[in-house]
T-cell receptor, first 112, second 113 residues
Framework: NAGVTQTPKFQVLKTGQSMTLQCAQD?????MSWYRQDPGMGLRLIHY???????DQGEVPNGYNVSRSTTEDFPLRLLSAAPSQTSVYFC???????????FGPGTRLTVT | EDKVVQSPLSLVVHEGDTVTLNCSYE??????LLWYKQEKKAPTFLFML????IEKKSGRLSSILDKKELFSILNITATQTGDSAVYLC?????????????FGRGTSLIVHP
C-alpha cells in the first residue's frame, strides 16, 4: 500500500491564482481530512469528509473548497490564493470512527 | 468549541534528562486523546488514551490521562537527540455524526547531546 499520497510536495503561487492540492489513499478509509500547519499553531482542520459525496467544514474553511467523488481521492481547491494561505498542508485518512489517522507527507505552499 | 492547550510550547534539555509534556482540554462528548510525534514531516502516532489512570507505555515514552481534571501528560525518560521533535496532542470529540480531532499547538522539544 502507498498509504496517503499528496501532490505536489512544493508549490509557489501568485496572489489570485487558483490550484488544486491532490490527496489520495489506497486503504479504503472512509474519513479524509485536510489540515494546515503554520509555525507555532499546531494542525488546524480545514475540511473533512466522512464518505464519498459527503463533506463538511472544519475550523478554518474560508478560501478553500473540497469534493469527495470517490473513496480514494479528496482534492483541496484554492480558488483565489492569498498570502495568508502560505502554509504546510496535510491530508489525513482513517477508518470511520477510528482513533488513528494516517497522514500524507504534506504540501508546502507559498503565495507571493 | 473544543479546545486543546499544550504546555510548555518549547523545551530545551540535555541527553539523559526526563521531560514531562502537558495537554489540557475542553471537548464535547470526549472519545479519546491522542499523542503524535512530528519531525519536520507528517505526524506519526504515539498513543491513544480513552480511560483515566491507565498508563500507556512504549519504551522510554509513557502517557496517562485524567478525565476528571481534563488533562494528559507525556513523559520521556533518558532523552536522546532522536527525541527532538514537536509533540502534538489531539482530542477526539463528537461533532455531528463523526469524531473529528482538535489539535493543540504542540510542544517543541530540543535535546542537546
Amino acid at each position: 500500500n502507498a498509504g496517503v499520497t499528496q501532490t505536489p510536495k512544493f508549490q509557489v503561487l501568485k496572489t489570485g491564482q487558483s490550484m488544486t492540492l491532490q490527496c489520495a489513499q489506497d486503504m479504503n478509509h472512509e474519513y479524509m481530512s485536510w489540515y494546515r500547519q503554520d509555525p507555532g499553531m499546531g494542525l488546524r482542520l480545514i475540511h473533512y469528509s466522512v464518505g464519498a459525496g459527503i463533506t463538511d467544514q472544519g475550523e478554518v474553511p474560508n478560501g478553500y473548497n473540497v469534493s469527495r467523488s470517490t473513496t480514494e481521492d479528496f482534492p483541496l481547491r484554492l480558488l483565489s490564493a492569498a498570502p495568508s494561505q502560505t502554509s504546510v498542508y496535510f491530508c489525513a485518512s482513517s477508518y470511520a470512527n477510528s482513533y488513528e489517522q494516517y497522514f500524507g507527507p504534506g504540501t508546502r505552499l507559498t503565495v507571493t | 468549541e473544543d479546545k486543546v492547550v499544550q504546555s510548555p510550547l518549547s523545551l530545551v534539555v540535555h541527553e539523559g534528562d526526563t521531560v514531562t509534556l502537558n495537554c489540557s482540554y475542553e471537548v464535547t462528548n470526549f472519545r479519546s486523546l491522542l499523542w503524535y510525534k512530528q519531525e519536520k514531516k507528517a505526524p506519526t502516532f504515539l498513543f491513544m488514551l480513552t480511560s483515566s489512570g491507565i498508563e500507556k507505555k512504549s519504551g522510554r515514552l509513557s502517557s496517562i490521562l485524567d478525565k476528571k481534571e481534563l488533562f494528559s501528560i507525556l513523559n520521556i525518560t533518558a532523552t536522546q537527540t532522536g527525541d527532538s521533535a514537536v509533540y502534538l496532542c489531539a482530542v477526539q470529540g463528537r461533532s455531528g455524526g463523526s469524531y473529528i480531532p482538535t489539535f493543540g499547538r504542540g510542544t517543541s522539544l530540543i535535546v542537546h547531546p
